[in-house]
């Protein structure tokens, strides 16, 4: 799992995908997907108000992410994921569907925590919160709120993969790993190994950081 860690320096600094939007690289359905995930509401509509501090400190454990910048919305993305119902299409046995594994699996962490520390997940320290994810990760724990849904079932096919899925589909982690977007229509051309087209983005390395800025703000 995850550990908490500083940002080191940007691997792409000056490069901001949406600077995309109007050119060759994007096509209109990419541009109607990446506005409506940037339009994704703050207000919880699936989750109440305490469940999604649960999620918001679960998705501080599994994804840190640094001060320098506007966080990625992700229990948002999550809360908006299980309003409209968009399913994975699949399943383990031993789960329910996504909404009421999230709805489960929020009660028993706080269960969990209630019984290990007197308050709910989301009041607890971070070492707190992430030697209980670690529980889960294990499958050691064991509260009846979890009603027979396995706990390390849970963390490694419902809240690892929706966490992870949520922060890297948002444009601001797209910038942090140099990703422009699909491959259509522009596509890429130079294939080989360390070999990047104009409009891809140049990562940073010693002490280019300079150089692959001038190069990362002229990027279309």
Same mark, same amino acid.
């Given at each position: 799992m995850a550990e908490h860690r500083s940002a080191g320096p940007e691997r792409y600094p000056g490069y901001d995908v949406l600077t995309k939007r109007r050119s060759p690289s994007w096509n209109d359905k990419t541009r109607e997907v990446?506005?409506?995930?940037?339009?994704? %509401?703050?207000? =919880?509509?699936?989750?109440d108000i305490h469940e999604l501090a649960t999620v918001q400190a679960i998705a501080a454990i599994i994804t840190p992410? %640094? +001060?320098?910048?506007?966080?990625? =919305?992700? +229990?948002?993305?999550i809360d908006h994921k299980l309003y409209i119902d968009r399913q994975d299409?699949?399943? +383990?046995?031993?789960? =329910?569907?996504?909404?009421?594994?999230?709805?489960?699996g929020i009660a028993a962490l706080d269960a969990e925590s209630n019984s290990a520390h007197g308050r709910p997940?989301?009041?607890l320290e971070p070492r707190e919160q992430e030697e209980l994810l670690r529980r889960m990760e294990q499958g050691d724990l064991h509260d009846p709120v979890w009603g027979g849904m396995p706990p390390k079932t849970f963390f490694t096919q419902r809240l690892l993969t929706d966490v992870v899925d949520a #922060?890297?589909? #948002? =444009?601001? +982690?797209?910038?942090?790993?140099?990703?422009?977007g699909p491959a259509s229509p522009r596509g #890429?051309?130079?294939?080989? #190994?360390?070999e990047r087209d104009p409009w891809e983005p140049a990562e940073a390395h010693g002490d280019d950081a300079l150089e692959a800025r001038r190069i990362n703000q002229r990027i279309r």
């Open positions: 990446i506005d409506a995930r940037l339009r994704t %509401p703050r207000e =919880p509509r699936f989750f992410q %640094p +001060a320098h910048r506007v966080p990625v =919305p992700v +229990a948002e993305l299409g699949y399943r +383990a046995a031993d789960m =329910p569907r996504e909404r009421t594994a999230w709805r489960r997940f989301r009041e #922060y890297w589909s #948002y =444009p601001t +982690a797209w910038s942090e790993m140099g990703y422009g #890429y051309v130079r294939m080989g #190994y360390d």
